[in-house]
């Protein structure tokens, strides 16, 4: 078919006046479809885009809320942060293969923990002179690429490129029904000038046709098999990272765990899958349990524990469950598995129970509910005992800092950790509440997906830590900024050691007699003189305080959360902590 591109028909056609242009028929096409908000940071390739959202404003047409974010990895955190709370499919629009270059970090973030996003971005004009939207920049020469979308296919599940007004209902379509599709994850689409230009085509939006992909069910065969594993084991373990992505899974797991009394780990959660309080919660380190476990079912969990350090006895059965249980998107891994199952952390559970309810032995699980109990009390004293020790230390303990923050927040505030809070001095009861950073750990995202979630839930209370060297990935000008603008006000907490500590205790792990052990200023470890960053949070209208003093620690949680709650004004705290962290 004879595309409008080719036939040369610019923006004054009569047609065009009336109906747009093709970006104005996305903007309609990605409401109808469900998209609330278009993240952006723009270009010369957005002059269409623009043009579409003030005519829509006219013409009262629904389109995605603009939401300007001045860094692309904020753009692309703050998606993250929409879509982790929402589970719908946020998108967001960068410029060309410089934008593109900018979020691929965040993307990657996003990629690892199946966040669901359209990431878009304008492509330089194709023709040099002769259409609507041709080159008239002296950039559109150079920053035009061969492959723009070749920077970022390895991350995203899907990438194309826009060629033509008649494909657009297919082509938004199917990014989002792939982008929805289990494992969820980003898809990209590049959007030419001169095509998202042109005048709109069908001024109607057909129904959508293409639905997202459903999960298959778990294996009958598979589940029989791993539920003989479980019936037959005397210390069965769970371990997850990510089985509360889905929130049902949340009370799946915790009635699943107490009826078979089936203790559970979870290591390096990026969402929690079990109440804190939960008997069966044998918090984060999996290392003791593993070492011991005479079967292991692994659920949604990446890395279930880190095999330089432990590994399962060679009679230990294993079983990895997920969406995609072996993690297909990882160049290596290497966990025994003898069952791998796939399927839904909801699923995988019911199947598994009716399985295991018919030979049920209660008084060997009551047996192990005893010890699991005794297994808690001592790990909960070990935790109390290690937040007691750090209540007076200055600069202050991190540990005692997290229980700070726990006593401060509301129970249902929704906290997001890059790196320096410690779950195990904090309570979450409910599914949703507590967000880690992706295990690909590109730094920078607590902030940015903190403004997201803000969006996603405005009534929450929304809190961010991070360590000074994760705020400063973040483009804090460019966070505060958003945050004021968008009038997402939430706290950030800055657990501030003046160092990538993670750095130094990784040398001293591989080096641990070496010379930079030994050494007082090894280098690429100390920040030096960091900015004040409260300041840096006040320049943008915000509360901000820095603390020192660990007494003074809950007043000034206090304040800041009265900030953000009575004057709706973001707050950050400088909280100056020692060593300690866990990355
Ligand atoms: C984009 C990116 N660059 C570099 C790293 C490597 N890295 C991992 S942790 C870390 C230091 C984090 O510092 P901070 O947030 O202050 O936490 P701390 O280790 O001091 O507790 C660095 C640089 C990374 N993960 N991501
Ligand atoms: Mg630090």
């Known amino acids: 078919m004879e595309s409008r591109l080719e036939r040369n028909e610019g923006p004054n056609q009569p047609d065009a006046k009336i109906a747009g242009n093709v970006a104005g028929a996305y903007l309609a096409l ?70 593109t270059a900018n979020m691929i970090c965040a993307a990657m973030n996003a990629a690892r923990e199946n966040v669901g996003i359209l990431l878009t971005a304008g492509r330089s004009p194709l023709t040099e002179t002769g259409l609507s939207g041709s080159r008239d920049g002296y950039i559109h020469w150079a920053q035009e690429m061969y492959d723009q979308a070749g920077m970022i296919r390895e991350i995203v599940k899907w990438d194309y490129e826009l060629r033509n007004a008649e494909q657009l209902t297919t082509v938004v379509d199917r990014a989002l029904a792939i982008a929805a599709s289990e494992p969820r994850g980003p898809v990209y689409l590049s959007l030419p000038r001169e095509v998202i230009a042109a005048p709109a085509v069908e001024p109607v939006r057909p129904p959508a046709r293409l639905a997202p992909a459903a999960s298959p069910a778990p294996d009958a065969g598979a589940i029989a098999a791993a539920a003989q594993f479980l019936a037959q ?11 509360g992505r889905d929130t049902a899974a949340f ?3 915790a009635a699943f765990a107490e009826r078979f009394a089936i203790p559970v780990v979870q290591h390096r959660p990026r969402y929690f899958s079990l109440p804190s309080s939960h008997p069966m919660n044998l918090g984060f380190n999996p290392a003791p349990l593993v070492k011991r476990a005479d079967a292991i079912l692994v659920l949604e969990s990446d890395v279930p524990w880190i095999p330089s350090q432990v590994a399962p006895q060679a009679d230990c059965k294993v079983v990895h469950c997920g969406l995609d249980p072996l993690f297909t998107r990882y160049p290596i891994r290497g966990f025994p598995c003898d069952i791998a199952i796939t399927g ?24 192990r509910r005893r010890a699991i109990a005794d297994e808690r009390a001592t790990l909960i004293a070990g935790w109390q005992a290690a937040r007691d020790a ?39 009861e409910y599914p949703d509440l507590y967000f880690g950073s992706s295990s690909a750990s590109g730094l920078g995202w607590g902030p940015g997906a903190a403004l997201g979630a803000k969006l996603a839930r405005p009534d ?9 060297g994760a705020y400063m990935f973040s483009n804090p000008a460019a966070v505060h900024h958003a945050s004021a603008l968008h009038e997402l006000p939430v706290l950030f907490i800055v657990m501030n050691n003046s160092m990538w500590g993670a750095v130094d205790r990784s040398t001293r792990a591989m080096y641990p007699d070496g010379l930079a052990s030994r050494s007082n200023a090894p280098p690429f470890v100390r920040l030096g003189n960091l900015p004040k960053f409260e300041e840096i949070c006040k320049s943008a209208g915000g509360y901000g305080e820095r603390v020192e003093d660990p007494a ?23 909280v100056i902590c020692g060593p300690g962290g866990t990355a």
């Open 30 to 99: 990605l409401a109808d479809r469900g998209v609330d908000y278009l993240f952006g940071n723009a270009g010369t390739d957005f002059a269409p885009l623009i043009e579409a959202y003030a005519r829509a404003a006219q013409t009262g047409v629904a389109v995605p809320r603009p939401i300007l974010a001045t860094h692309e990895n904020l753009a692309v955190a703050m998606a993250h942060g929409y879509g982790m709370l929402s589970r719908r499919i946020p998108a967001v629009m960068v410029h060309v293969s410089v934008g």
């Open 233 to 243: 084991a005397k210390r069965p373990l769970i371990v997850t990272a990510n089985a």
């Open 344 to 367: 839904s952390t909801v699923t995988v559970l019911a199947a598994l129970s009716s399985a295991l309810a018919d030979g049920h032995d209660e008084a060997a699980a009551a047996l």
């Open 251 to 253: 009370a799946a797991l």
């Open 552 to 574: 003074a620690l809950p007043g000034a949680l206090a304040r800041a959360l009265a900030a953000v709650k009575n004057e709706k004004r973001q707050a950050l705290l400088d």
């Open 460 to 468: 929450s209370e929304v809190v961010a830590v991070v360590g000074d």
């Open 390 to 428: 750090g209540a007076r230390k200055a600069p202050l303990d991190p540990a005692w800092v997290s229980h700070c923050i726990d006593r401060a927040k509301d129970p249902t505030a929704i906290v997001l950790n890059e790196y320096t809070l410690f779950p195990e001095q904090c309570s979450f």
